[in-house]
T-cell receptor, first 112, second 114 residues
Framework: DGGITQSPKYLFRKEGQNVTLSCEQNLNHDAMYWYRQDPGQGLRLIYYSQIVNDFQKGDIAEGYSVSREKKESFPLTVTSAQKNPTAFYLC???????????FGEGSRLTVL | AQSVTQLGSHVSVSEGALVLLRCNYSSSVPPYLFWYVQYPNQGLQLLLKYTSAATLVKGINGFEAEFKKSETSFHLTKPSAHMSDAAEYFCAVSGGNYGQNFVFGPGTRLSVLP
């Protein structure tokens, strides 16, 4: 079945370590997105990519980095510069046919 | 620019009662509007969407929403709540299929009481 796969589901890291969250889609969508979700704050856009080898900062890009070398993949790196990285991270892709976002199951990062 | 407001961060209803979750939007272009549902520790799942066709939109699990341009609203309703409806609900607006922006509201947590 087509969909979006995020891994790992749960991740624990020490302060000062970079971590990379994986996002893979087989929906043949051009656009992909990373959101951060904190309790009571809804979804905040970190980065998005409209096409391979191109991406733009969202509202809270500081302390994060991304790459888009392949259409199917949009990994997110949470760097040590991110001051409060503990959160639930959601990856999504967008259908140009219907305009809707499709989401992965999320990755919960806890920094100890 | 686009924005979404959801009145009520937490709504409680009794099982079998009407569910009404409110969403108001602002958009400088004809909007596409969406309702998503999220269960704990999961991603978001599309409930229904409005994309400039019929103003009354029916979705999954018995939910529906009505687009009212004059009120800039897109409220979500369900005639009879079920325990399994307890979840977080997000309203979202975008500028169409090719719009880059996809703006979410802050969410409303629905509790269903037995």
């Amino acid at each position: 079945d087509g969909g979006i796969t995020q891994s790992p589901k749960y991740l624990f890291r020490k302060e000062g370590q970079n971590v990379t969250l994986s996002c893979e889609q087989n929906l043949n969508h051009d656009a992909m997105y990373w959101y951060r979700q904190d309790p009571g704050q809804g979804l905040r856009l970190i980065y998005y990519s409209q096409i391979v080898n191109d991406f733009q900062k969202g509202d809270i890009a500081e302390g994060y980095s991304v790459s888009r070398e392949k259409k199917e993949s949009f990994p997110l790196t949470v760097t040590s510069a991110q001051k409060n990285p503990t959160a639930f991270y959601l990856c999504a892709s967008k259908s140009l046919n219907t305009g809707e976002l499709f989401f992965g199951e999320g990755s919960r990062l806890t920094v100890l | 620019a686009q924005s979404v407001t959801q009145l009520g961060s937490h709504v409680s209803v009794s099982e079998g009662a009407l569910v009404l979750l409110r969403c108001n939007y602002s958009s400088s272009v004809p909007p596409y509007l969406f309702w998503y549902v999220q269960y704990p520790n999961q991603g978001l799942q599309l409930l229904l969407k409005y994309t400039s066709a019929a103003t009354l939109v029916k979705g999954i699990n018995g939910f529906e929403a009505e687009f009212k341009k004059s009120e800039t609203s897109f409220h979500l309703t369900k005639p009879s709540a079920h325990m399994s409806d307890a979840a977080e609900y997000f309203c979202a607006v975008s500028g169409g299929n090719y719009g880059q922006n996809f703006v979410f509201g802050p969410g409303t947590r629905l509790s269903v009481l037995p």
